[in-house]
């Protein structure tokens, strides 16, 4: 298991060496740079993986220079036509209309993330395009964020704040802004992977009772790593005093989490999701929340992505909503996007990917 820094600099050590050009070679480089494989960059992805690309001589590619604001569809679509590689983040849908605008010279895709719910594996499959995608370098970063979260929402943290800045901070009372603590408490993961096991070895010094999961078999390789049981769906909402999800989204995972759920956890509970927001029914996570049937919920994804100012999720003290920022440290974005670069680059060259997702 990679953790950020030491991903970041053996990908950086990966990275073919920049190129020697000078004097007469100059303009026979030139030439043959326009014959070397194109590619198209959807985001102006961190500097590593633009330094890679650019130093690699491999390619030549054109980007969308902007971090703020993603491609336009129609844009997308003229621009992609008749490249070799694509580099892409979660903002794009990779379907079947995009696909047939790239046409048949595109081989290689590259996704500088470590979830694939917005590619259409089906259509990439069929027309043999491999896939390049950016699991483990972010797992510390997640697991951090993750944490930060649990303890954010089960403390009451930013209700704090509000009532210091605002002036609620008044005498001293018993049980004003009283939270959850981790200490004796039992610590349910829903999914457990590289992901899952980290957020647990973070925790564990909280001197957090037992640790419980579920996922559509045992882990036990995993589950031995932090002396995790595993239970079934219910016994999972029905044990746990902090549940944090991290499975991926699926079709057998969409909107897990819902009224059967939270009807079955603590009333004392908090419920955490970094996965993908698409795993929990939103109408009834506001209804369990507002109405006291769970204590709390942390969420660093929604549907959609932003989520609505206007969304009644936002309405409730007891609901803390991040805007996905869980792998966003410098040295994770950084090293997503060394890898993201390295996975192309050796698509293209036909040899095989550092993470090639398997279809």
């Not at 009333?267 to 006291?292: K, P």
Request: hydrophobic share 40%; glycine share 8%; charged share 25%.
């Amino acid at each position: 298991m990679w953790c950020g820094r030491v991903a970041l600099r053996r990908l950086q050590r990966i990275a073919v060496s920049p190129l020697d050009i000078s004097g007469h070679l100059a303009n026979a480089v030139q030439r043959e740079m326009s014959s070397l494989p194109r590619v198209y960059i959807t985001r102006q992805i961190p500097p590593e993986g633009l330094k890679i690309l650019r130093e690699s001589g491999q390619v030549q590619f054109d980007i969308w220079d902007s971090d703020d604001v993603p491609v336009p569809r129609k844009e997308l679509l003229k621009k992609v036509k008749g490249v070799d590689g694509l580099v892409c983040v979660l903002t794009e849908k990779i379907d079947a209309e995009l696909l047939d605008a790239a046409g048949p010279t595109l081989k290689v895709l590259s996704t500088m993330s470590v979830g694939f719910d917005h590619l259409c594996l089906e259509e990439l499959n069929k027309r043999g395009i491999r896939v390049g995608y950016t699991p483990d370098v972010l797992t510390d970063a997640v697991a951090e964020l993750t944490v930060a979260l649990l303890l954010t929402t089960s403390r009451r943290l930013i209700e704090a704040t509000h009532e210091a800045k605002t002036g609620g901070w008044g005498t001293w009372r018993t049980l004003w802004l009283c939270g959850y603590e981790l200490a004796n408490s039992t610590v349910g993961i829903l999914g457990l992977g590289r992901i899952g096991v980290a957020i647990a070895e973070r925790l564990k010094p909280f001197k957090v009772k037992k640790f419980i999961y579920t996922d559509v078999a045992p882990r036990p390789e995993l589950a031995r790593m932090i002396d995790a049981e595993y239970v079934s769906m219910d016994e999972l909402a029905g044990q746990s005093d902090f549940l944090a999800v991290c499975c991926a989204l699926t079709p057998e995972t969409k909107e897990i989490c819902n009224k059967d759920l939270f009807s079955k956890m603590k009333t004392t509970s908090i419920f955490i999701n970094t996965s993908r927001g698409g795993v929990v029914h939103q109408q009834d996570l506001y209804e369990a929340l507002s109405s006291g049937q769970i204590a709390g919920a942390g969420l660093d994804v929604t549907v959609p992505e932003p989520l609505p100012t206007s969304h009644p999720l936002f309405t409730l003290k007891n609901c803390v909503i991040l805007p996905h920022i869980a792998s966003a440290s410098y040295t994770t974005r950084n090293a997503m996007s060394a890898l993201a670069a390295n996975n192309l680059l050796l698509g293209l060259k036909g040899e095989p990917m550092i993470k090639e997702l398997k279809m």
